[in-house]
């Protein structure tokens, strides 16, 4: 299951973090500034912060399964960090 924290009201904003760091360490206090506007979803990726490693390989596949959890949260944008931005990349 994918540890993630929501905060804020508005448009959703989907917060990628980098290699090593958890969604809200990346982030720190500009979370709460964009909060003020969006409704931010900050998810400890796959193997970090509170979010277990899946068994198997980890692969972009699997990120982007479990980051739908976040879509609940009305998610129209991604903004990644470092490893984020292919972890959000479009997929058709």
């Given at each position: 299951?994918?540890?993630?924290?929501?905060?804020?009201?508005?448009?959703?904003?989907?917060?990628?973090?980098?290699?090593?760091?958890?969604?809200?360490?990346?982030?720190?206090?500009?979370?709460?500034?964009?909060?003020?506007?969006?409704?931010?979803?900050?998810?400890?990726?796959?193997?970090?912060?509170?979010?277990?490693?899946p068994?198997?390989?980890?692969d972009?596949?699997?990120?982007?399964?479990?980051a739908?959890?976040?879509?609940?949260?009305?998610?129209?944008?991604?903004?990644?960090?470092?490893?984020?931005?292919?972890?959000?990349?479009r997929?058709?």
């Amino acid at each position: 299951m994918l540890a993630y924290e929501t905060r804020g009201s508005g448009p959703g904003l989907l917060l990628l973090h980098g290699t090593s760091s958890t969604g809200t360490g990346s982030w720190g206090t500009l979370l709460d500034a964009l909060a003020a506007g969006h409704t931010v979803v900050a998810p400890d990726l796959p193997g970090s912060g509170n979010s277990p490693l899946p068994v198997g390989p980890l692969d972009l596949d699997t990120v982007a399964d479990q980051a739908r959890v976040c879509q609940t949260s009305g998610v129209t944008r991604v903004v990644g960090v470092t490893g984020g931005p292919p972890s959000g990349g479009r997929r058709r």
